[in-house]
């Protein structure tokens, strides 16, 4: 590293001239630097050097970068080399928590020892991934075991409490991440007694917040970032203050995940939950101060009524789609009312044990939070129906109020139709950097869909494009003859079209649905057509295993065929020729009955705008982008891209899309699909 190269403390963080850490960049990237020498098969990218500077710039002047790197440009060292060296007190929020282990483990302590650099880093996720020392004792003094299983996993974990010295479950790979036990063992913000717990010097949650407000890097997820500034209750809020750089990796995400923390939800499961735990610490601690089976009762029925109240699972209905005579208004106000009559008993009961108070500040949370829901403007209970069309289910601060049914819950959702005012108001303030990184980001390189999400509309937004040579390794390629995607028989379509160009890929696929049916249908006709032509492509269909185990397999079978909806989109990295070819059964339009959705779209139409075109469309191109991404993942790759929905050709709308997407040779025949496999030349379309 050159002498020149300082790396700054938190305290040091001053505003620089634009190109002020140019020269130290193209050092710490050449071939000849830190980074070639220390890490194995490292290469200088132009793109990569050119987004290290930007985001270097970035932070010496405190202000906000939109940075989208297509895939292979090496975005994660380009943002680590500036961060770690100028970035001050930095917080690196991912994705999911595998993208956070492999930051913390792997690529941090790579950099950093390629560097030299002094920073100590922290990796902080929520409570429920930390084993939590008095709900473990207390499930072990109680055994409320469901199954043998369980007790298997209680023991394993047990013996994990006297090795390990962070708590996080991530680490007990004996007991599935999926596993109910852990339901029981770890704490929740309702749950954890805080400083009146007698585990409190031990506590690994405490423990992994101190050890992040004193490190200088702190990687966290999405997850985490927003439920904390939502809940204030996952330890990022300590670190917020101080932080100069803050940078999202994997920022397509943001929106979503912000839009689900920034609302509001609570579900009949939290009241029954509720109700569990009253009757253990009633009898446990007050056996005497009530009769705690009348106690709890009344409200558990209340809440299975109003989950009765919609025959369906899987519906999803805005209010005011709910009609006024509907049995669901007068079973929320029953819920509401015998809820208020155990908060009135557990008032009363609350100074006999700690845990007792805490159920009772839960209830009376839960009865904030269904009160806040039913007087929301938009909430049609005791309105007429013309009312509540009236209302249009949106709340005061321009959200919807919505219901969605499952097997045996029903949740009741407030969500903002819109972030950005939310997320303005929480980077005002301190002046620090604020970094937005993603391969996908703009629709053919317009950034604003996404920075008016994000309420980003007047910040600096710029795109490097991949080093990869789409046009000599990949080819795309759209079917003809399908029928249109609503058509009843198009999963069966979709199979008739895929299963020649697996054929002649000798498997190596990934076949990418939008919904978990057509997951189910696909999987289906595959495995009886490779029966009945006796082909030996191993199958995996998501569900019948979890997605690491699966991905696991897809990549040793060499010729495997994996069949999966939304989770295997994105964040999937198989290189080289275990895959071949990703076919996507039809574009990734969000379902228009979706009530979210449909108020974003009423809302930009009152606007003057076209829902479709400035909304729905960048969204499923964005998507697209993502699942198209999995395909070439490396410089030796080589595949096709089969898109199977005739809207990419036959709709205006269809240029746009297939312009976003990297450039590869694009064909409607099949023959070229062969020829490409075979390694002959192909004249593109």
Known sequence: MSATTAVATPAAIATAAPGAHDADIDR???????????VGGFRPRQAQTEMAKAIADAIAQQRTLIAEAGTGTGKTFAYLVPALLWGGKVIVSTGTKNLQDQLFLRDIPTVRRALSAPVSVALLKGRANYVCHFHLERTLQNGRMTSREDVGYLREISRFMKTT????KAE???VPETALI???????????MGAECQYYQDCFVMKARKEAQQADVVVVNHHLFFADVALKDT?????LPSANTIIFDEAHQLPEVATLFFGNTVSTSQILELCRDVLAEGLSHARDGADWGQVVVPVEKAARDLRLTFPQEGGRLAVNQIAASSAFFPALETMRAQLHSMIAVLEKQAERAETIEQCRTRAVELGHQ??????????NTGKSAKKAKAADAEGEEGSVLWVEAFSSSLQLHQTPLSIAPIFNKQREGVARSWIFTSATLAVKNDFQHYASQMGLWDEPAQSWPSPFDYGEQGLLYVPQNLPQPNSPDYTDAVVDAALPVIEASGGRAFLLCTTIRAVNRAAERLRAEFEARHLDFPLMVQGEAGRTELLDRFRAAGNAVLIGSQSFWEGVDVRGEALSLVIIDKLPFSPPDDPVLAARIEALESKGMNGFMHHQLPAAIINLKQGAGRLI????????LMICDPRLISKGYGRRIWQSLPPFKRTRELDAVKAFWRGDAIEPD
């Open 370 to 379: 269904l009160d806040s829901w039913n007087s929301a403007p938009g909430s």
């Open 235 to 239: 330890g990022v809020a300590e670190l």
């Open 28 to 38: 710490l990237f050449a071939s000849s630097g830190p980074l070639g020498q220390a």
């Open 182 to 192: 852990w339901n029981l063992v770890t704490s929740t913000r309702d749950t954890c």
């Open 172 to 174: 007990l790979s004996k």
């Open 633 to 640: 993942r490396d410089e030796a790759d080589r595949g096709v």
């Open 165 to 168: 010295s962070s708590g996080d």
